[in-house]
């Protein structure tokens, strides 16, 4: 219904000079099949990469981990957000369409050990940023 996008940075540490690539996602909303089209036609794009080089990949999967999206990109990558976390919609509209599940996800390869992962679900300042929490992961760089 709507064009999604992708985004792939491919990025330098300034001091160990290690490459890795950051890939940003939202994916279609309304149609389960739809999203597992999306996921294969990016995981064409990443395997390459993450075969070489670390990777990280994050966005609004609007799927949660019992989709079969998910679970087609869970083969290859490890997920940073736990079922715990709860839903990652703001308002009730997430914990009843996705059973209270997150449905944004963080992706990452081998390279890299997971340390932490938050769900940011107070308002800055009065005012949350999207109708989404933020998610942050800590990760160190292992090579």
């Known amino acids: 219904m709507y064009p999604r996008i992708v985004t792939i940075a491919k990025l330098e540490d300034k001091i160990d000079k290690h490459i890795f690539y950051f890939c940003s996602i939202h994916l279609d909303h309304l149609f389960p099949f739809v999203r597992k089209q999306q996921i294969e036609i990016l995981l064409q794009q990443l395997l390459p990469l993450s075969t070489h080089y670390p990777l990280l990949c994050a966005g609004d ?83």
Do not use: C, M
């Open 61 to 143: 999967f609007n799927a949660n981990r019992k989709e079969e999206s998910i679970q087609l990109i869970s083969k290859h990558y490890q997920d940073a957000v736990e079922d715990s976390l709860g839903s990652t919609l703001l308002g009730k509209i997430g914990s009843k369409r996705y059973q209270n599940y997150p449905i944004d996800h963080i992706f990452y390869t081998s390279h890299f050990q997971l340390l932490d992962t938050k769900k940011i679900d107070t308002p800055f300042e009065g005012i949350y940023p999207s109708d989404h929490y933020p998610l942050l992961a800590k990760v160190n760089l292992i090579l």
